[in-house]
């Protein structure tokens, strides 16, 4: 596609339930983030894969954070557990390749996850 | 490690007014600094990319400038419109690190 596309664009769940949230990058980029939004305050990193594995897992906030990226294109952010702190917009974002002077970030619109 | 901060918090403006977006970044030695525009419930887009090189990026009525010595980047945005409205963030990734580092953004309102 043309951009970075992210589903489901929300998620309702319940407090203890496993949620699994989908992104796909643009073709051909090779590093792909995720991170996590709460109101008022900027992006805060999760995750960033290069190719197929995680190269920096240093923001997954605890143990029922994972995420996968098994073909080195679309990743999965899977939440285990989840609980009301979960709640946030979830936002992916692509690369064309390791962050340097000249390769930006393209983001997709995010998953909206709400945990009750 | 680095930190960003990004003053003023909110702003809202008349239709017209030539705007100043104030980004600034405790470690200067960055690759580059990144501004983005966020409208509400949407995802990022980016708007300007600085190189570590470069002192400034321009597209349409926007100009962005970057002053590593200083830890500074400022968002100039002129002849400010109703659209104009969103929030700004500005991202930047230093030395050794894969991570960006994002402010919290500036929510602007133009009001017409």
Redesign the interface.
Known sequence: GAG?S?TPSNKVTEKGKYVELRCDPISGHT?LYWYRQSL??????LI?F?GTGA??D??LPNDRFFAVRPEGSVSTLKIQRTERGDSAVY?C?SSPG?????N???????T?LTVL | KQEVTQIPAALSVPEGENLVLNCSFTDSAIYNLQWFRQDPGKGLTSLLLIQSSQREQTSGRLNASLDKSSGRSTLYIAASQPGDSATYLCATRSGGSYIPTFGRGTSLIVHP
């Open positions: 970075v992210q590093a008022g305050q900027g992006p805060e990193f960033y290069q190269a920096d240093s923001g936002l974002a390791p962050l340097s002077s000249y930006e970030q393209f983001f997709g619109p995010g909206r």
